[in-house]
C-alpha cells in the first residue's frame, strides 16, 4: 500500500520566514506534486516533479519553490512566507496504473 | 478557464437517501476521470474512477455515470450514511499520458442521520 507521509499535520510560521515542507514517498514513485487546497477553490498544482532534479511549474508557484534531490522527498519552499498563503498544504504521488495518492496534508498557517 | 466544474459547492441528504454530486467537463479528450473523497485535516483518497470509454462503473454503493454528449458525469451514493460526509473532488488527467490531474472546486456533502 502506498504511503505519502508530510512532515507536519500542523505548522504555524511568522511573515518573512523561510518555511519548508517536507513530503516522503515510500513507492519509488517518479511522479509527486504539491497542492494547497483553499475552501472554494479546489486542489490547486504548485509544482510538481517527473524524476530527481526535474520539476515543473504548476498553475500557482509563485513564492514557491521546491526541491527533489533524492526519488522518494520532495520538498517545498516558501520563500518568504506571507499571509496569503495560510492554506492547507498536499503532497501526492502517482506510478504506474495507480492515482494519485496523498499524504494526510499539512495546515500552515502564517502569521 | 475551469475545465472541471463542480457548481454545487454543498449538499445536504438524507441518511439512507441517495446521494447524487455532480461533475462538468468542457475537454471532450479526457481519457478517464476520477472521484477523490476528502475529510477535514486529511489528505484526499481514491474513490472511483471511469474510462471515456464507459458510460457507468459501480463499486459497492458508490456508482459513477458518465454523459459524454452532455459533458457530465455524476456519483451517486446510495445508501448515504452519516460516515459519507466528507468533501468529494472530481478529476481529470489534464491531457492523454500526463499523470498531472486538473480538480474541481470540490462539493461538500452532508449527510444528515
Known amino acids: 500500500d502506498v504511503k505519502v507521509t508530510q512532515s507536519s499535520r500542523y505548522l504555524v510560521k511568522r511573515t518573512g520566514e523561510k518555511v519548508f515542507l517536507e513530503c516522503v514517498q515510500d513507492m519509488d514513485h517518479e511522479n509527486m506534486f504539491w497542492y494547497r487546497q483553499d475552501p472554494g477553490l479546489g486542489l490547486r498544482l504548485i509544482y510538481f516533479s517527473y524524476d530527481v532534479k526535474m520539476k515543473e511549474k504548476g498553475d500557482i508557484p509563485e513564492g514557491y519553490s521546491v526541491s527533489r534531490e533524492k526519488k522518494e522527498r520532495f520538498s517545498l519552499i516558501l520563500e518568504s512566507a506571507s499571509t496569503n498563503q495560510t492554506s492547507m498544504y498536499l503532497c501526492a504521488s502517482i506510478g504506474g496504473n495507480q492515482p494519485q495518492h496523498f499524504g494526510d496534508g499539512t495546515r500552515l498557517s502564517i502569521l | 478557464d475551469q475545465q472541471v466544474k463542480q457548481n454545487s459547492p454543498s449538499l445536504s441528504v438524507q441518511e439512507g437517501r441517495i446521494s447524487i454530486l455532480n461533475c462538468d467537463y468542457t475537454?471532450?479528450?479526457?481519457?478517464?476521470f476520477l472521484w477523490y473523497k476528502k475529510y477535514p485535516a486529511e489528505g484526499p483518497t481514491f474513490l472511483i474512477s471511469i474510462s471515456s470509454i464507459k458510460d457507468k462503473n459501480e463499486d459497492g454503493r458508490f456508482t459513477v455515470f458518465l454523459n459524454k454528449s452532455a459533458k457530465h458525469l455524476s456519483l451517486h451514493i446510495v445508501p448515504s450514511q452519516p460516515g459519507d460526509s466528507a468533501v468529494y473532488f472530481c478529476?481529470?488527467?489534464?491531457?492523454?499520458?500526463?499523470?498531472?490531474?486538473?480538480f474541481g472546486t470540490g462539493t461538500r456533502l452532508k449527510v444528515l442521520a
Open positions: 475537454n471532450s479528450m479526457f481519457d478517464y
Open positions: 478529476a481529470a488527467p489534464l491531457s492523454s499520458g500526463t499523470y498531472k490531474y486538473i
